[in-house]
């Protein structure tokens, strides 16, 4: 690259110096300078066309940079000549590189002339000169070379330089092929940047037939309207009437025209998905010239929307859009209740499939771009209600969770909730711009439809009202509050008339409202419930911010609960006389209702004295029930009357003091029980409200309050169970709202189709019963013909028999229908229980994760294990795998890999001892192998738990200095805890046993391997089991898994800790002996299932024999030195690769070295192979010609080295003499074919000539000639490197020879070749 760059560099030379000369610049005193720099200066150039941007600015700064420090005229000039030449690369990414780096160094140098570079872009690419297939890049240099003068921010400054840029730029839209209308955008921003006079002394001439044919195409009127708003002191009325005839551009003459020229405009920019720019400026235009309702009804809404085009309508909504800042009230009123605002709407409505182009979100951008930049409240609010006010059936098209709502100032949005409150007690339908679809239009015939559009439209506002709520914008409480208030009045209550009292019964509604809107109601509102006891504290307050910071949710600035102020509020209704609930409550309802709220009183007054989040826990679960009282479900009252037993005894001064009386549950069991069954309950609210306090009842929890959550798992409390989960009615599951379901309506649907072909197959079973008792009723009736008599049954007999079959099938159709019931009846209630399990699972994983140190943790385990197992054998659809995947993440992310376990075990180490014993002997008992590995995995976890526990008998040995971690660690290792090291290892040891004996053990190699280096205090117990099972192991793979433990444990740096020196030589002894009887037991032939045993056996011989050599140990290695030599003669060692190498690993150890292999035997085999590649092409021996024999002892042979004839059978196949190769032979040139004896019997022939022929036996074998000569030909290809050089004439005809299929007349040159061939063997033949 950098040869051809300096060859580039060097031609042009010249051409710089002329071009230097033209300029007026100076000449170059050194050209060939800047080549002989080095690389770094060109290599900017070669950056700068790259198309990774990055590259490209980085290389125009260090450009820049260099030339600033150097400022060396002829690297400045060289490095215009570049990018100018750059400018009309043939790369795209090139082009706006160069112009980008070619603006910065004119902004850079203002010495540089414009007019100069200008003069060179326009003789470098010469639109006039270039050739045809170069104009596309010539064009876009001189495009690319404008650019970057009006770049560099001099062009407007240098009048002689800008009227040659317009000029240019004027020739270029000549070539709209490559550059489309990019000079035209481009003129039009030169224009927009350049001052008044410079426009009116230098450009309005040159534009002026630009600007009198701007009703021809859309740039040209783009330039007149920038022209008219940046110039209006040019433009004038008076001067525009001259240019082309009228003083305005918007007025009826021209309509036509801009209605023409705005629909080319769309659809030149329906690719790029953004708003023309004619089309605002014409619409600001518009406002200037105070034309705006006759531009927007005439040239918009009466013109562009009658053409039914796709990106003139989207061009209308964008306009819609983009119009919104720069209109005054009045005007976006109009243009909120006109037909563009139909159209969009109709768009919006139209587009709800995947498939279609939906302009919702971006018309949203627009909205929200409007309402954050606008600080009139008067426009904000005009807008929110012009597009809430867009109904389609009464439900506005904007969405109601729109989040364009927190721009809105705080007055704007208090304005806005009153509107909406009011739209819903007074629906005025006449002042939204409402549509219907295609649908709706066709059944018009269909009973009024006015109240389906209020309850829509009703919907929406309730939707819009709590999405205020969430959104996450400023808001006051009072605010928050009115909105809560509202809600819950309309969802449980009715004025009955007028008062100021309560102000959400100030105004009566217009229409009241039905039950189902109660129901919708009611159930926004609880959505609004669970958003308001996880909301932020609000305010700007000292407190607010204090109370921000603890993280504390549900309450106000004040500290009071949000729940509790709308039960304060829901108190005063239901003392009011002018109003009434939707459900009246019964006395036992207002008795509970009372009691709630002063049980509620009283744990505020607790608050200070008590923890106050437990407190505060509890008060919400009290009043969420008590609001629950207002749907009237009977089983609420039983609940919170439990509720509120439980909670007096839990923060009464008894129950501090130990019971003695164990009859009566307490108040941890019955809350328990009452958060069981309040996670039955479809809402959302209380699941979550019963989590967090479950969260503070934690600490709380006993060990009966535990089982209540566990017998949840027990499969055998399942049938005896009557408690929270039941099969719900399908009215019931109807009422739930989208904010109080879940994802069991998920999980419902897709269990469905599981049971639906079982019950077609069980409908047409016809079982013995019901075939007897047909046969019963045929028989009464006689219609079975059984007595042999002819006489057909009168009419009343066959109605009689009619009715009783049919009655019969009705009763069996009844009972199959039953059936079909009841299998669908236990197919829910399974879906219910999994489901109910579940959400009990999760209060399950809180009490692991917050009460880790609980020593009631150890419950948990067994009952977490049978569930596993359980799932294991359960059915497999996606539900019950989902289900046993939480179960096994919650055991073993939340109690195996906790971090934190129970610190005083001390009690119970002999229960914890015993539990560990059973775990592992179920491991060993169960035939699941993925089962087993829980369970195991559970008995680390106990063996985690005694270790890091402290005994007070034997306390651990300290460290003489306390800063030594090293120390600190050895001691740690060393100190058992509670753990009775003994009585595990007897455990373990057992398992071992059984996992080295066993046919099919569950254990794996991979336990035991987690149990050593996890608690390396395991290992010396057990290494001696391992050593012995080297060779007592039942089977081959058993005794290798045996090897492979030891090699690891003896891998582990701390087994040395808990051994002597004395201990460790033993070991490593009694290892190698094994080893060695192992090795001694293989048979002669190894079998394949010894292999592995081989290789495992190796590898731990060879670390024990590392350790011995290392450490220097003294163990007698005479009997494995025997051994493993006599493994030397076996050959299954040597043809194994991988045990070839362990072997000599091992005997490297024993100061033996593998005997290197002898590689001369394998050379003759190397040269006949290639011998016989040689070979290849050649006529075997049964198709050469015996009787040629003859003619080659009597016309010779080509001579051998001592002078006498070389037989055929001595001389190699294919060899020729070197004289032959050089073409030294005589008569070799006169011949074709030279070595054609060659080839055809393997024996060079003296001349190359012909063998001679007896009895005329030229012509055949002329035949077979041209035969083999085809076949040659496309067998092999470079056969002439083996021809004498001589033979030119050969390759000729081979080349004609191949073309003898196509060409007919190469076939009769060919045979005139063989006649002159014929006619020269004569002489030959007379030697």
Known sequence: MAGMEEMEEMEGTEEMEGMEERAGGTAVSDPRGVLRQGRAFLDFFWDIAKPEQEVRLAATENLLRHLREGKKDDELKYTLKRLVEGLGATREAARPGFSLALAQVLQTFEEISLCSVLEQIKEKHNLEKVKKKLVRNAAFGNFFGVMSLFQSGRLVKDRKALLESIQLLQQLTNHQTHLRDLPRKTLIDITSEVPESVFEEVLFDILQGDLSSAFTSPENLHLLLVGMQKFPGVLKPKKLKKLFGSPTVVNEENIPRLVELLKSAAKSEKEDKKLPSVVFDLLQVALKEGAFELFWNEVVENGLLKEKSGPVSSMCYRLLGSALPVLSLEQLQVVLKGNVMLHYGEHVVATQFPQGFKFAAEMEGYIDKFLSECDDPERQLAVMMGFSTLTHQGKPVLMSVSRVVRHLQAVTLQKYVDWLKDMFLRPDLDCCLDFSGNRQKQNRENADRTQHKISRLRRWIMHRLVNITESAMKKEESLVMDIARFCFFHAFFVAKKKTSQIGEASVLPSEPLDGQDHTETENYFFGLLQTLNTLPVLGDTA?????????????????????????????????????????????????????????????????????????????????????????????????????????????????????????????????????????????????????????????????????????????????????????????????????????????????????????????????????????????????LGGDGSDEELDDEAMMALDKNISALFAEQQKRIQAKKDEKDRMRKEKILRRNFKAKVLDLIDVFLMKQAENPLVFDIIEPLLQLIEQCMSSDSDKQEVDFLRKTASIFRNSLCRNKQYCRSVRALREDVHALLQRLVKKACKHSDSAVALYYFSASLYLLKVLKGNTSSTAPPPQPEKQSDSRAKQVCQLLNPGCLDVERVAVTYRQALTQFFSKRNSPLTCSMFHDLFKRFPIMCKPLVDTLVEFITAATRQHQQAMACLLLHKVLLLHELKLFMTEEEWEELISRSISQVTECLKTLGKPIMKAEKEKVAKSLELLSFLLKTVTQQKLKVK???????????????????????????????????????????????????????????????????????????????????????????????????????????????????????????????????????????????????????????????????????????????????????????????????????????????????
């Open 543 to 783: 407190k607010a911010a204090a109370l921000r910071e603890k993280h504390i949710h549900g309450v106000t600035a004040d500290g009071k609960l949000w729940i509790f102020l709308l039960a304060e509020y829901a108190n005063k209704l239901l003392s009011s006389d002018h109003v009434k609930a939707v459900k009246p409550f019964t006395k036992e309802q207002k008795d509970i209702w009372e009691r709630t709220l002063q049980s509620v009183k009283n744990l505020q007054k607790k608050e200070n004295k008590s923890d106050s989040a437990k407190v505060g826990a509890f008060q919400q679960l009290l009043l969420s029930m008590a609001i629950h009282l207002f749907k009237n479900e009977p089983e609420t009252v039983d609940v919170l009357s439990d509720l509120l037993n439980c909670t007096e005894r839990a923060f009464s001064k008894e129950a501090k003091k130990k019971k003695t009386d164990n009859s009566e549950p307490g108040w941890v069991e019955v809350m328990v029980e009452i958060l069981l069954s309040l996670l039955a309950q479809p809402s959302v609210l209380l699941r979550r409200i019963s989590k967090s306090v479950f969260v503070w009842i934690c600490p709380s929890l006993t060990k009966r309050g535990l089982q209540l959550i566990l017998d949840v798992f027990d499969p055998n409390q399942e049938e005896n169970e009557e408690g929270a989960v039941v099969v719900m009615e399908e009215s019931k599951k109807k009422t739930k709202s989208a904010k109080d379901t879940d994802e069991e309506g998920s999980d419902d649907s897709s269990d469905e189709d599981d049971t639906d072909s079982g019950d077609e197959e069980t409908s047409e079973e016809v079982d013995d019963d019901f075939r007897s008792q047909l046969m019963n009723v045929l028989q009464a009736g006689n219609a």
């Open 1117 to 1327: 290695l005479r009997e494995v030195e025997k051994v493993l030599l006599s493994l030397q003669q076996q050959e299954d060692i040597g043809n194994s690769s991988r045990l070839d190498s362990l072997y000599w690993n091992v005997m490297r150890w024993l100061n033996h070295t593998k005997p290197k292999k002898d590689k001369t035997a394998s050379k003759p085999v190397q040269n006949t192979e290639s011998l016989k590649k040689k070979k290849k092409g050649f006529l075997p021996e049964t198709k050469k010609r015996r009787n040629r024999k003859k003619g080659i002892q009597e016309n010779g042979i080509a001579p051998a080295e001592d002078g006498e004839p070389a037989a055929p059978e001595e001389q190699p196949l294919g060899t020729e003499t070197s004289k032959k190769k050089k073409g030294l032979v005589p008569g070799g040139s006169k011949h074709k074919n030279p070595n054609k004896g060659v080839k055809e019997n393997g024996v060079a022939k003296v001349g190359g000539g012909v063998l001679p022929m007896v009895n005329g036996g030229e012509a055949v074998a002329d035949k077979k000639k041209k035969k083999r000569r085809k076949n040659r030909n496309r067998k092999r290809k470079g056969d002439e490197a083996e021809q004498a050089p001589a033979a030119k004439k050969t390759k000729g005809n081979v080349v004609q020879e191949t073309q003898q299929k196509q060409d007919k007349a190469s076939q009769q040159k060919q045979d005139k070749a063989k006649k002159k061939r014929k006619g020269k063997k004569t002489p030959v033949l007379q030697e």
